[in-house]
């Protein structure tokens, strides 16, 4: 079956902590995203990448930091810079930037103490 | 203003009811459209996507676009329980980014 795999589902850490969220996909997308999805509010962009070793700022980048070594791998580091870090992170990857349908992996939820 | 407005509900319907949608938007370059489901603790999933004006069906669901109006809807017939979740309009002009609704919360009363 292909798909996101986001892991873990639940990531707990502490305050001043980095944590890095993983995002895999088998469906041989070009591009992959980094949303953040908070009550009440539409999806923000943090990250996304058209290409391997390339990658750039969304709206939200302020806190995070990728990599993209692979064309099937994305992660997401949140470093302590990161002011509300408590969120659910969605991955997602599509064909192309621009006009091909994103498709989303089911979320890491981290709650930062 | 934002730029994709979406009411969050929560909308109430009972089993086999329709169940209507909608977003508004201001930028009138967007002509990429899209509905996306999910339920709690999970991720969006893909319902319809549309490009330009016009309607689209697809089993129990209907996406309509209306650009001159800058305005969109997604119909749901004979809906079930299971349709009960969170429905995100979407939309993007074809550059990088997607402009998300904030999401509409429905229940189907069994």
């Known amino acids: 079956d292909g798909g996101i795999t986001q892991s873990p589902k639940y990531l707990f850490r502490k305050e001043g902590q980095n944590v890095t969220l993983s995002c895999e996909q088998n469906?041989?997308?070009?591009?992959m995203y980094w949303y953040r999805q908070d009550p009440g509010q539409g999806l923000r962009l943090i990250y996304y990448s058209q290409i391997v070793n390339d990658f750039q700022k969304g709206d939200i980048a302020e806190g995070y930091s990728v990599s993209r070594e692979k064309k099937e791998s994305f992660p997401l580091t949140v470093t302590s810079a990161q002011k509300n870090p408590t969120a659910f992170y969605l991955c997602?990857?599509?064909?192309?930037?621009?006009?091909?349908?994103?498709?989303f992996g089911n979320g890491t939820r981290l709650t930062v103490t | 203003q934002k730029e994709v407005e979406q009411d969050p509900g929560p909308l109430s319907v009972p089993e086999g009811a329709i169940v209507s949608l909608n977003c508004t938007y201001s930028n009138s370059a967007f002509q990429y459209f899209m509905w996306y489901r999910q339920y709690s603790r999970k991720g969006p999933e893909l319902l319809m996507y549309?490009?330009?004006?016009g309607n689209k069906e697809d089993g129990r669901f209907t996406a309509q676009v209306d650009k001159s109006s800058k305005y969109i809807s997604l119909f749901i017939r004979d809906s079930q329980p299971s349709d009960s979740a969170t429905y995100l309009c979407?939309?993007?002009?074809?550059?990088?980014?997607?402009?998300f609704g904030a999401g509409t919360t429905v229940t189907v009363r069994a």
């Open positions: 997602a990857s599509s064909w192309r930037i621009g006009d091909s349908p994103l498709h």
């Open positions: 469906l041989n997308h070009d591009a």
């Open positions: 979407a939309m993007t002009d074809g550059d990088y980014k997607l402009s």
């Open positions: 549309t490009y330009s004006s």
